[in-house]
């Protein structure tokens, strides 16, 4: 008799850590749900904005005893306290639609790595959560929020969120947006589902080819993706350079 043993979403995020890395490395925001890596090979530093009491005074829905350490507190968008190239490997769970400059903050990532080094994205499909009704984030508007900073935009995603999220009756929505924005709550900025989300990094790969997509798999509601640093040098100079231009060509 054969037995077929379907893996739960966290077991398929394990298997590909077990696989893929392997060094020094960081998980940002893991939370209550830290990926399962294999510890042989691995060792994690927790990274987070808050320290962890801060945490579980806002997340108290999520057991205390279930949170991670917190190793380090930092942006994970930014990881200002880290040097360049000095992580063998970086992981985020359902972070980056949360990030209002993807791109600056994929710049971040890379900017880490050692050269071989592996990013560990699990990105929601739009499709399967509350984001269903809202359009896919496209490659320009990316590109404005690069270049002109995401201050521009803000107030649309808030718009956006307030009336196809949360579904606010068209006389609230204005109001309602606002709020949200005064607390500062970490919306989805942007939204994909995984074609779209390998679309937008193979465009961004062309401005800059620092990195290999090595692995994507479809997880239940969300997309797993790993990318993995290629070039020894230059990363942030280049970078900028082919983005700038790419930003000031698709204007014209």
């Not at 399962?36 to 530093?45: E, G, I």
């Not at 205390?64 to 000095?86: H, K, M, W, Y």
């Not at 929020?145 to 107030?155: H, M, V």
Request: hydrophobic content about 35%; proline content about 4%.
């Amino acid at each position: 008799m054969r037995y077929v043993v379907k893996l739960d979403r966290l077991d398929q995020r394990g298997r590909l850590a077990y696989i893929y890395l392997a060094g020094e490395g960081i998980e940002i925001g893991a939370l209550h749900k830290p990926l399962s890596c294999d510890w042989r090979k691995v060792r994690v530093q927790y990274v987070d904005i808050k320290p962890i009491d801060e945490l579980k005074n806002e997340y108290k829905e999520i057991n205390a005893q279930d949170i991670s350490p917190v190793d380090r507190i930092d942006n994970g968008e930014t990881l200002a306290t880290f040097d360049d190239e000095c992580l063998d490997f970086v992981i985020n769970s359902h972070m980056i639609e949360h990030t209002e400059d993807p791109i600056s903050t994929l710049n971040n990532w890379l900017r880490v790595l050692r050269p071989g080094g592996v990013l560990y994205l699990v990105v929601p499909d739009m499709r399967n959560n509350f984001d269903r009704q809202r359009k896919p984030t496209d490659m320009q508007h990316l590109l404005e929020d690069y270049k002109n900073g995401p201050e521009l935009s803000r107030e649309g995603h808030y718009l956006e969120w307030a009336d196809l999220v949360e579904g606010c009756r068209p006389e609230h929505i204005q109001d309602r947006a606002r709020q949200l924005q005064a607390q500062k709550y970490r919306i989805h900025f942007h939204v994909w589902t995984p074609t779209n989300f390998i679309a937008f990094l193979i465009s961004y790969r062309e401005l800059c080819p620092k990195f290999d997509i090595i692995h994507v798999e479809q997880n239940e509601n969300e997309c797993i993706v790993l990318l993995q640093k290629s070039n020894l040098s230059g990363l942030r100079t280049n970078l900028n350079q082919s983005l700038t231009h790419q930003f000031s060509t698709t204007m014209n």
